[in-house]
């Protein structure tokens, strides 16, 4: 039988080893280290004290080789999330850029609707004074030189200066036939089209409908003079067109200008039967004749 002391020893050493034989597998349970089921089981064996010295040496290292691999696995974790933080800043300052490139460019445009804006009010503005000082200058040069003037010589004048500003912005189109039912401004349209011209327009027949085979002029208005002098620069073309060859288009004159017109067509023509070798024609309100 062995001694009391001994006796306390071997149930101490016994107690020690089922308690580290629970840990190890509570650590395997828990953890799933792997290797303490395997520690435990040495443990469960009896073991004399040298024995249970150098058992648990060993589980120390074990435990300290352990510790440092947690140590690195947390030196790697802290690493891998660093490199996230960098990454996600690096990502929130690319987004920072793009919204800064968006932003530029907004406001480039805004700036470049802008200077349009201006373009456009300063080019409207511009030809706005050019048409108020135009009607100005021909109101002035209408007016009598009298120091005084009567209500009715004042209406007189106003209604010339308004008469031949319509007109400037007015031609007269001949030839065109007749069609029941026409819708006029589409077909002088087609016309204008011929010669590579799409204004706005309005149109009407001028005077009561006359004997079948003959047609009544058109009056063509359209937006400014401008319009009316690109359409004259090009109404020549019509001669050479398959529909409208038999068209033709002049200025919208007033009364006296047409009288002096038929006066001018007149003498032409009679200069073309006297002098055949010849070319007549009507410029700057002459009729002028030239070698063929």
């Known amino acids: 039988m062995p001694p009391p002391g001994d006796h306390t020893l071997v149930y101490r050493g016994s107690q020690l080893q089922l308690n580290v034989a629970q840990w190890f597998r509570k650590l395997d349970n828990e953890f799933g280290v792997g290797i303490g089921n395997c520690i435990a089981s040495n443990f469960q064996k009896k073991m004399q004290k040298h024995e249970l010295a150098t058992s648990l040496e060993e589980c120390v290292q074990y435990m300290k080789d352990q510790c440092s691999h947690l140590k690195s696995y ?10 996230l933080q960098e990454a996600q800043q690096d990502l929130i300052d690319a987004q920072k850029r793009i919204v800064k490139l968006q932003e530029e460019l907004l406001e480039c445009k805004s700036a470049e609707v802008n200077q349009l804006k201006a373009a456009v009010t300063e080019t ?11 009607y100005s200058d021909k109101l002035k040069s209408n007016l009598p030189k009298t120091p005084a003037m009567a209500s009715g010589t004042i209406k007189s004048v106003v209604k010339s200066v308004v008469e031949e500003e319509d007109r400037s912005r007015s031609m007269m189109i001949f030839g065109l036939t007749e069609e029941e039912d026409e819708q006029l401004p589409d077909r002088v349209g087609k016309v204008l089209e011929e010669i590579g011209i799409k204004p706005r327009l309005e149109a009407c027949r001028l005077g009561k409908l006359r004997q079948e ?20 620069l090009r109404a020549r073309e019509l001669k050479q067109s398959s529909l409208y060859s ?7 004159r007033s009364p006296e200008d047409r009288v002096k017109r038929k006066e001018l067509i007149a003498e032409m023509r009679k200069k073309k039967e006297s002098d055949p ?16």
């Open 277 to 292: 070798l010849h070319k007549h024609f009507i410029r700057g309100g002459t009729v002028i004749s030239a070698p063929i």
């Open 74 to 83: 947390d030196i790697e974790v802290d690493s891998t999330a660093a490199r």
């Open 213 to 232: 085979g003959k047609t009544r002029p058109i009056k063509v208005t359209v937006s400014s003079a401008t319009v009316v002098n690109s359409v004259m």
């Open 246 to 252: 038999s068209v033709y288009v002049h200025r919208d």
């Open 124 to 134: 409207v503005e511009s030809s706005l004074k050019v048409e108020f000082q135009s």
